[in-house]
C-alpha cells in the first residue's frame, strides 16, 4: 500500500516581517548602560538601604567627587523587576543643577536621560530632553538642591 501523501507546508510571511525584525534589533542594540560601566560608590560614599516590611530591595548610594559633581547609584530589586541606575549632577555658578544624566536601566528598558540647563538660563527654563518630570524627578532635584545648599554653607 503507497504511503499518504504529505500536505505541502507553505511558508507563510508577513509582508512586514523584515520591518518589525529591523525595529527590534534596533531596540536592542539601543545604548543601554549595562551594570558592569555604570559608577562604583567610594568606600565614603553615603549607602542608604532600600527596604520594606517585606525586607530588603536594594541599596542606595550618594558621594561627591572632587570636581563637586553629585553621584548616585541605586541597584534595586522589586519582586523580580530590577532597577540599576546611576546619575551625575553638576551644579552652575548659581547653585543650581546645570546638568543631570542618568544611566542604567529599569523594567521598561533604557533609563538614559539628560537634563541641560544654558548657563544664562534661569531654572523655569530647565528641561528634560525625554520626557516631562514627573513628581519624584522633581523631589530628586529639590532634594539635590538643598543638599547643594548644605555643603556651600558648611563650606
Keep these: ?3 499518504a501523501p504529505q500536505p505541502r507546508r507553505r511558508r507563510v510571511t508577513h509582508p512586514f516581517a523584515p520591518f518589525f525584525l529591523l525595529t527590534f534589533l534596533a531596540a536592542a542594540a539601543r545604548a543601554q548602560t549595562p551594570v558592569a560601566n555604570l559608577a562604583k560608590p567610594p568606600a565614603d560614599a553615603e549607602h542608604l538601604i532600600i527596604s520594606s516590611t517585606g525586607g530588603k530591595h536594594g541599596d ?9 559633581t553629585w553621584m548616585g547609584r541605586e541597584s534595586m530589586n522589586l519582586r523580580g523587576q ?3 541606575t546611576d546619575s551625575a549632577t553638576k551644579f552652575g555658578a548659581d547653585s543650581l543643577p546645570a546638568s543631570i544624566t542618568v544611566r542604567g536601566f529599569t523594567p521598561n528598558g533604557d533609563a538614559g536621560e539628560k537634563f541641560l540647563r544654558p548657563v544664562d538660563q ?3 527654563k530647565f528641561v528634560n530632553v525625554k520626557k516631562p518630570p514627573d513628581k519624584i524627578d522633581m523631589e530628586r ?7 547643594k545648599q548644605k555643603s556651600d554653607a558648611n563650606a
Design 141 to 147: 532635584l529639590a532634594l539635590a538642591v538643598a543638599i
Design 122 to 124: 534661569p531654572i523655569v
Design 82 to 84: 530590577v532597577f540599576e
Design 60 to 68: 542606595s548610594w550618594i558621594w561627591r567627587t572632587p570636581d563637586g
Design 1 to 3: 500500500m503507497p504511503a
